[in-house]
């Protein structure tokens, strides 16, 4: 059986709040979860604001990827804007939650508008 090789999330300090993040198996898109499955508008996605939220959500990720619905699902600690909006910490996250960086006209950037 493969072995889960992620290494864990890249921030340092505090590890919450997070969203989780993946990537839809058919698409390939990025997507999040949130309260009825996965969404591309990381603004919608379901924020764990406590340690036992973070887990049943991780949980609900492994399980849809067993299903074989989503890959490489994992959390992603996140800075909330002033509307409440998750941003991820990390700039590697930031990037696969704003979408492809070379034309803004396409992807996330035009369909959800700028993310902050």
């Known amino acids: 059986m493969a072995k889960d090789h992620r290494a864990g999330s890249k921030v340092k300090g505090d590890k919450l ?51 074989n619905a989503v890959v490489d699902p994992y959390l992603v600690p996140v800075e909330l804007t002033e509307d409440g909006h998750p941003v991820a910490r990390h700039f590697r996250d930031v990037m696969r939650q704003k979408g492809p960086s070379v034309h803004l006209d396409m992807g996330k950037q035009a369909d959800f508008g700028p993310i902050a």
């Open 17 to 67: 709040p997070a969203i989780l993040m993946a990537s839809d198996l058919l698409e390939g898109d990025t997507v999040f979860l949130f309260k009825d499955g996965w969404t591309r508008d990381s603004r919608e996605a379901r924020i764990a604001y406590d340690q036992e939220t973070a887990d049943a959500m991780e949980a609900e990720g492994k399980g849809a990827a067993a299903a």
